[in-house]
């Protein structure tokens, strides 16, 4: 799915100097990119902003070992997209369907942070998944940032498409891009993103889905 230099990827020297130090500190963890996981003839592309540390730098599947990952895994296997509602590590046995998932940035960054440079240096990846993912038809961005590297990786003009929970816009290439509060641990315990909330967007989605004819 990405380019094959994608896991030896040091591009963004200070994420690179802190793959670095969480590898020494934490030897088991995956601590490089992570890779998108999921069926690669979707017609659902999730995009969430970076790897979580104890999670899917951890792990290395996207949204696994963490949080983050409980309500989006849950939504995923209530409405068919998942085969098991937990996702706990990339050995589980997990399959998704009709789903993919990667993130705006692939690399973990220090406090869950990364900079504005580094977003713009990695949206090369998302692009190049994009252009590839032929059957993909939604797009689902979990986060400002991530619609924003949605947008940039497509072309489109970041003002004529802003970012709002529940909002859905319609693309130059036909596809469809839908917005999300992000399901991290701070959202969801703030009662910023409920999971009424969230399993709305994925009902909205799945309708939306089985009106399109594969």
Known sequence: MLADDLTDCRACPRLAGY???VRARWPAYHSRPVA??????ARLLIVGLAPGLH??????RPFTGDH????????????GFASVPASVSSEDGLRLSDCLITNAVKCVPPQNKPEPAEIRRCNAYLRDELSRLSS?????????????????????????????HGARH??????????SYHCSRYNTQ?????????????????????????
């Open 19 to 21: 793959l670095d130090e």
């Open 36 to 41: 998108p996981f999921g069926d690669p003839r």
């Open 55 to 60: 999670g899917a730098n951890r792990t290395g």
């Open 68 to 79: 983050a990952g409980i309500l989006l895994y849950e939504c995923l296997h209530r409405y």
């Open 136 to 164: 993909v038809r939604l797009i689902l961005a979990l986060g400002a940032v991530a619609h924003r590297g949605v947008l940039d990786a497509l072309g489109e003009r970041p003002g004529r498409l802003p970012f709002a």
């Open 170 to 179: 319609a693309l130059a290439d036909g596809r469809l891009l839908v917005d």
């Open 190 to 214: 703030t009662r910023r993103l409920t999971p009424e909330a969230f399993a709305a967007v994925f009902a909205d989605l799945r309708r939306e889905l089985d009106s399109i004819p594969r």
